[in-house]
């Protein structure tokens, strides 16, 4: 039998997967597991992680099963449900009502009876908004204009609760609601706030921005839809459970004139069609990739078979699919309302405006890219209060108010009870020990303090004492939490004592969900997320968004090393939450913070800039220094996408900022060098470099490795081929030592190829070896080949067939590399045996050896037909054999074929080596002045 403790373990790995197929197979294997358990509470855990990985990652029929299961439990649980459990059971069954409009195969009398069900249950919790809103949104598609606006009238009149969506999901509902009666004006206001970044949520505010590209058209707001659909597009692209959004960009590319691009984008995702189990979205994608097909064959883009099948049947098969949806959805209401919004989505007839977009959307303006509002950085310092507050009571209002509005004046009015303390007339009455026991509970140690952790316990036991006082119900309990979690920070205690303590406070008493963000500290970031956003859940449950923000803000710090996806969207909400309260900027420094950590650690860089930008400008707005992290994250994020002007500028002030602060100031002198080599002023990064390499060798450093890498390069732009081989060798031995075994792999290739330049082919072996095995343990293909075709042409300055032979075995090594489970990248093997073919080949004509040269060119060009490079390089080569072999008359031939053919500018070198090695053979033959010709035709000046 699965013990409890096994499936809370894949609940956890449950969690920390991206939602998709992946995560929906771990929950399932989870639920499994939770029914070989026999607990109940484990079984609803497992069912309700499933239902949310089918609802946000892979709609499936079987989620309405397993909503069904749920259902039942809520109403006859075998053990009573804790009450986080029990909120979290209510808000899938709002999810429920949404999923079965998608569903065209639920009779009409079926889903009625079902909605009339739901909102029953839900309504004896007291919750009414979410089934007045999903009955609004179920007009649209059963009844008319006129029932929309009454269900809508109804929707309006019902106060929102803790079911109702979030503020940017509402608004894309309510812009639903005013598109269904034909209020083009209405459904854009309704989106105002998400579309310009105020509101954000899981997927917003893509989604919206995708809905709201037809209608900025209709508006004749052309600007902001070129902006909403560069900024969407980003974030859709790859989301398959919101292709209904994903389609709507592509519809609009070939509605504004650009059926070559929707085409090159619809080609990849072609394939989702078959996974999508949502009715709806699937006739939505088959009708928009029908109407891009078609645009694309009337304008010559999209060729005649795609997938082995005709591009003209396949449009009209994916017709044929959604036509037969659209039908079962009409049949189903009873109207033609469905179908009528779908005519609408795929309306090809061109917009009255022109649009201009972007050549490159990974390229397009910031301000297009732009996905949160940043508003202005600047802002006044909070003053220190001139006098102290008039009595501890007083004292205590003053600073709950404080850090209620995230007021930083808060932390100056502690900092003078901590300093006035013994000043203060004791407390004596209930009220007063309260008030005492909350401030000092919140007092931190000095900065000069000889033993924080000693001192806070002192101030935490007095509070604990006056808390047993005062009539504040729940403080002694908070505070015996604090001091548990000061324990277990210690090494004196354990963290299981603090949630057994948190746990045995009611769920309702007023410090439970403030002792739950103890376990932020947790030294397992899984169970400190878990922790902190059930602490969120609840801060939210009371009205306190701000807390609620950040508590959220806090989860998304921990989650980073285990979910980033999970990390990026608690930063979204945050973010919302604190512009919606209000908040001061300075409290939105750690969303930001996360915000962007998370998406570069996604690989996602570009995007990564923008908010880590702002977690910097609004801590120098307040008079702080850059975050340490959001400084090295936005460094790392501005060189992957090599934005070297601002690179140098950030990572200048940077290390202004942080002058004597060890790794992080040669981190970021490190950078500055990176970035004065990158635009050109290799001289000073090398001296910037070798300034600092003592310094950092000295102590011991992680920054060892890159300074010496970047001195490397630095060195050889300025002509040192010497002293750059000695900074690649010691990079790679700092890599090795580091066991970055694919950066060491590179900095061995580097150093060897310059060890042959200043030396001998013998001397270079040795590294272009090591190359070579640390690439392949890394599993780096790229880099691996590049270090065996090195040592295969060293080996054949000696012994040219060791040489060739070396070059031969590197496919079937290159392929057992690429097999490997630890590598990451595929192998072609024609394009790379062709590729050492042809290197081989020039091994031999440096060599002499004309005919084996011509051999291995002709062998090389049967190998690279899909690669017209390599094609016309092997042919050149062949023909310079065959010059060399005195068969002009064949080499002739090929040439001139080369110079016609060739007119890609790419490989205008192509062109020029083939006129090379023609007016060689022209000269030899006796046709000096047609030699001439061809030096002065292509700018060759004769030899």
């Known amino acids: 039998m699965t013990s409890t403790a096994d499936v809370d373990r894949l609940l956890r790995a449950v969690e920390g997967l991206p939602h998709g197929v992946d995560r929906v197979r771990a929950a399932e294997e989870a639920v499994t597991a939770a029914d070989d358990s026999g607990d109940f509470l484990a079984r609803v855990h497992a069912r309700y992680a499933l239902h949310t990985a089918y609802v946000f990652g892979s709609p499936s029929p079987q989620e309405f099963t397993v909503a069904a299961w749920l259902t039942r439990a809520l109403e006859q649980p075998e053990v009573p449900l804790p009450d986080d459990l029990r909120h979290s059971l209510l808000w899938n069954l709002k999810f429920v009502l949404s999923r079965l409009r998608h569903t065209s195969s639920v009779p009409l009398d079926v889903l009625l009876g079902l909605y009339d069900d739901i909102e029953q249950r839900l309504a004896a919790d007291g919750f009414r908004h979410a089934t007045a809103v999903n009955r609004a949104l179920l007009q649209c598609d059963i009844g008319t204009p006129d029932d929309v606006a009454a269900a809508t009238a109804v929707m309006h009149t019902t106060p929102r609760d803790e079911l109702s969506d979030c503020p940017a999901c509402s608004g894309a509902s309510e812009c639903a609601l005013a598109v269904a009666v034909g209020d083009t004006d209405g459904a854009l206001t309704a989106l105002l706030p998400t579309l310009n970044g105020t509101l954000l949520c ?33 974030e859709l692209r790859e989301r398959q459970a919101l292709s209904s959004g ?8 070939a509605r504004t004139g650009r059926p070559e691009r929707a085409w090159r984008l619809l ?8 996974d999508i189990e949502s009715d709806l979205e699937r006739m939505e994608m088959a009708a928009g990739s029908a109407a891009v097909i078609e645009a694309g064959r009337a304008a010559g883009v999209v060729p005649d078979r795609v997938g082995g099948e005709d591009s003209d049947l396949l449009a009209a098969e994916l017709r044929e699919i959604s036509g037969s949806l659209a039908a079962a959805f009409d049949a189903r209401n009873g109207t033609t309302n469905v179908s009528r919004r779908l005519a609408a989505l795929v309306d090809l007839t061109p917009y009255d405006d022109a649009v201009e977009l972007p050549t490159d959307i990974g390229s397009a303006v910031d301000a297009a890219t732009r996905l949160i509002a940043r508003g202005d950085l600047t802002t006044d310092a909070h003053a220190v209060p001139d006098a102290l507050p008039d009595g501890v009571i007083s004292w205590r209002a ?61 101030w935490l036991e007095r509070a604990l004492d006056e808390a047993t006082h005062g009539d504040d119900d729940g403080l002694d309990d908070r505070i015996r939490v604090d001091l548990a979690a000061l324990d277990a ?7 299981d004592a603090v949630v057994d303590l948190v746990r045995s406070m009611p769920a309702d008493a007023p410090q439970s969900t403030n002792a739950m963000t103890s376990l932020g500290d947790h030294p397992d970031s899984q169970v400190a997320t878990a922790w902190l956003e059930r602490a969120a859940q609840a801060f939210g449950r009371d009205g306190s968004r701000g807390w609620q923000a950040v508590t959220l803000a806090r989860a998304g710090w921990r989650a980073l090393d285990h979910d980033p996806v999970a990390a990026e969207s608690d930063a979204r909400v945050s973010l919302s939450l604190l512009a919606d309260v209000g908040a001061p900027r300075l409290s939105q420094v750690l969303p930001y913070l996360v915000f962007g950590v998370a998406r570069a650690v996604q690989g996602r860089p570009d995007e990564a800039v923008e908010p880590l930008t702002c977690a910097i400008d609004l801590s120098r707005g307040m008079g702080e220094p850059a975050p340490v992290p959001a400084l090295m994250e936005l460094c790392a994020a501005l060189a992957a996408i090599g934005d070297w002007p601002t690179l140098l500028t950030v990572a200048r002030r940077g290390a202004g900022e942080y002058v004597s602060h060890g790794e992080i100031t040669w981190a970021l002198r490190s950078y500055v060098g990176v970035a004065l080599l990158e635009i050109g002023r290799a001289e000073e990064a090398a001296a910037l470099l070798e300034d600092l390499l003592p310094e950092v060798r000295a102590q011991g450093s992680t920054t060892v490795a890159p300074t010496c890498r970047t001195l490397g390069r630095a060195l050889e732009r300025i002509g040192d081929a010497e002293a750059a081989r000695q900074a690649h060798l010691l ?48 599993g780096d ?16 300055q000696a012994d040219l067939e060791g040489g060739l032979a070396a070059l031969t075995a590197c496919v079937d090594d290159a392929r057992r590399l690429a097999a490997a489970p630890h590598c990451r990248y595929d192998v072609n093997a024609e394009a790379l045996r062709g590729s050492l073919l042809l290197q081989g080949a020039r091994l031999c004509r440096a060599q002499g050896r004309s005919a084996q040269a011509v051999d291995l060119a002709v062998a090389a060009q049967r190998h690279a037909t899909q690669i017209p490079a390599m094609q016309w390089e092997a042919q050149v080569l062949q023909a310079s054999g065959l010059a060399a072999l005195d068969r002009a008359d064949e080499a002739e031939p090929l040439l001139r074929q080369v110079l016609d053919a060739v007119n890609d500018p790419d490989l205008v070198w192509v062109r020029i080596e083939a006129a090379r090695v023609l007016a060689i053979l022209l000269d030899d033959t006796g046709r000096v002045e047609q030699a001439n010709a061809i030096w002065e035709q292509y700018g060759l000046g004769a030899p």
């Open 731 to 778: 990079a790679a031995e700092a890599f090795e030592e580091d066991q970055r075994f694919q950066d060491a792999a590179r900095a061995y290739l580097s150093a060897a190829e310059l060890t042959w330049d200043v030396s001998t082919a013998d001397e270079a072996l040795p590294g272009y070896e090591r190359a070579g095995e640390l690439a392949f343990d890394a």
């Open 489 to 495: 920070e210690e090494g004196t205690g354990s963290w």
């Open 267 to 274: 080609g990849p995702r072609l394939c989702w069609i078959e």
């Open 781 to 796: 293909l790229d880099t691996y080949v590049g270090a065996r075709r090195g040592r295969a042409a060293a080996l054949a």
């Open 246 to 253: 994903m389609i709507r960009h592509l519809v609009w590319l």
């Open 398 to 458: 003053q600073v709950e108010h404080a850090i209620e509005v995230f007021d930083p004046v808060a932390s100056h009015l502690l900092t003078a009870w901590r300093d006035h303390r013994a000043d203060q007339p004791a407390p004596t009455t209930p009220t007063e020990w309260a008030a005492a026991a909350y401030l000092d509970r919140r007092v931190t140690p000095a900065a000069d303090s000889e033993d924080p952790a000693a001192e806070r316990r002192t």
């Open 202 to 234: 899981q997927d917003e505010p893509a989604f919206s921005q995708a809905v709201a590209l037809d209608l900025l058209m209709r508006a004749g707001r052309t600007d902001e839809a070129v902006a909403a659909h560069v900024a969407s597009w980003r």
